[in-house]
């Protein structure tokens, strides 16, 4: 492990507690790098992580508060209100928490003052809505007021008590750091003082991790340090068997070892990353190496063998959790939505804590495939669950299985977990060290950090062709660093017109100088396609590759197959010549830059009437040769519902 070392960067000097965006480590805190504020980064409209964030405002955000009105949640919340007990409650017991991330979504969009007035409406009159809804010593959820109220924090296992606790303080935290609900972070407050009353003198945990990581936050937010003492109090006492385990076990709550001691992720994945995320936080603020070095053991053995390549978690519909080691099934992935945004947040705090590169990959690629793949091309549809094989005559099994993106869930976890995260996706494209400034993720965005302003255009990830303005007043000399993905082999970069003098260390492009006047910087990385083939104990995909380009993973989908092919009958020739195109796809919105889709030599295995098992000498054979185009894989489903697979058969295995 490399040894984090407190930061004090010039550029982007500690976060005060307004404009700071998620996971702002104190300015004691012993991290390699400080993320900007939000501030200081601007997504622009002209690249497809603007659009997204764009779309999430506009759609997807609105669509969450309509469905919390029609789904009941906010109804749940006005019974409570007025003390109306014995009522029937809407939803899942921890409907709250849907509320919270939704809540938590609006309140970073109103970092922008330019902000849509009816999201400030909404914060306004639900943060007056739990404040009526809140009891005299703190308490805050409106089931066990209204449906068992004499059930309070006797059901640490399922209660989700303080899960929805955690939401309600993240939410606060968005409140404080946008300066826009200072009465949210006193609500939220009270709560959290209720829970520093009540748990820091008895032995429990929550079933469902979250609120060691809030807490943490909550303190970098006050200053409050009981706050901070209590996240790792429950970090502590996780894993020495404290909750009844029902029906899964142990490791499903991560129960089963303690922390410092644990070697492999296990359990609900969820609850797992969630925790490694709170392990983070309370680790980097209270100087202890052994925590962190924990957390970075557990995600070296979660990406080394239990990860998709889409970077989703959890193999398991059972019990939504992470299976044996090389356990990947690509039709029967659960890899459920809320898993990929919560390995989003580990690996933000990773990055942060020890400036490893190979952190903002794992960014980059869980939020290119696993989480761009959850939302439709509407922003209103959402998968729980991303599979990377629909097999042809899939009958959909429930909502937590469905072969086609919803409008909502009964358990709605997802749909506002993306909105927090799209709401807050400028936070995350850049740091600063003593040295100098990092760019993490590229798209087009305006930078303000102290004294220099770096314009960023890029058609990224279509392209790989990166521009950067730099703008300096001169003086010391720091250092403008690029990461370079690791997917990446050949790469170029150029200083006004000239070839930069510049190699790549630890995963970053470094060019030192000093930056006076207006500086242009292009780099460009190449992306040829590639072929990934799996690991060997990959059972379930052995003989298969996936076909990639830059940080994109590709699909094939029935819809782009010629009529009465069946795809799982459909093989790639590997040698065969592979194009990257700009693609024509019937749902393309005019004004964006065409999807690169790409095309490949195939053939398909004359199946026939053949029985399911045959002797292993007998070859079927394969049928004229056709083109293949893949699409990239967050863009499947859009069309048509059908079949799409990501790994794909080789024509030389049968």
Known sequence: MTSPKPAGNPLATVSPPTFAGPAAPAPGAVSALRPLRLDQVRLRDGGLLGRWRRRNVEETLPHCVERLESSGNLANL???AVGETGRTFAGMWFADSDVYKTLEAALWELADPDADPRL???AEDTTALLARVQRADGYLNSYFTIAEPDQRWLKPVWSHELYCAGHLIQA??????TGASPELVEIARR???LLVERFSEVEEVCGHPEIETALAELYRLTGHRPYLELARRFLDLRGHGLLEHGRFGPRYHQDHVPLREAREVAGHSVRQLYLLAGM????????DLALLEAAERLWDDAF?????????HGSRHRDEAYGDPYELPPDRAYAETCASIASFHVSWRLLLATGQARYADELERVLYNAIAASVSRDGRHFFYSNPL?????????????AGHRLPWYSCACCPPNIARLMSSLPGYLATGDADGLQLHLYATATIEAGPATVEMRTAYPWQGRVELAVTADGGEPWTLALRVPSWCTAYGVTVDGEPARAAVDAGYLRLTRVWEGTTSVVLDLTMPVRQIRPHPRVDAVRGCVTLARGPLVYCLEQHDLPPGTVLEDVRLHRDGAFQAVEGFMEDHVKGEDPPIVITASGSTLDTGSAPLYTDHRERRPLTSPLTLTAVPYFLWGNRSE????VWIPAADTG
Request: cysteine-free.
């Open 191 to 193: 709560f959290a003082d």
């Open 280 to 287: 983070v936080d309370v680790a980097v603020e209270t100087g």
């Open 389 to 401: 094989h629909l097999r042809t005559g899939h009958a959909n099994a429930g909502e937590e299985a």
């Open 78 to 80: 006005r019974a409570a």
């Open 120 to 122: 400030r409406i909404f």
């Open 304 to 312: 080394r063998t239990r990860t998709y390549v889409t970077g989703a």
């Open 172 to 177: 606060a935290v968005a409140a404080g750091r």
């Open 642 to 645: 059908g079949p799409m697979r």
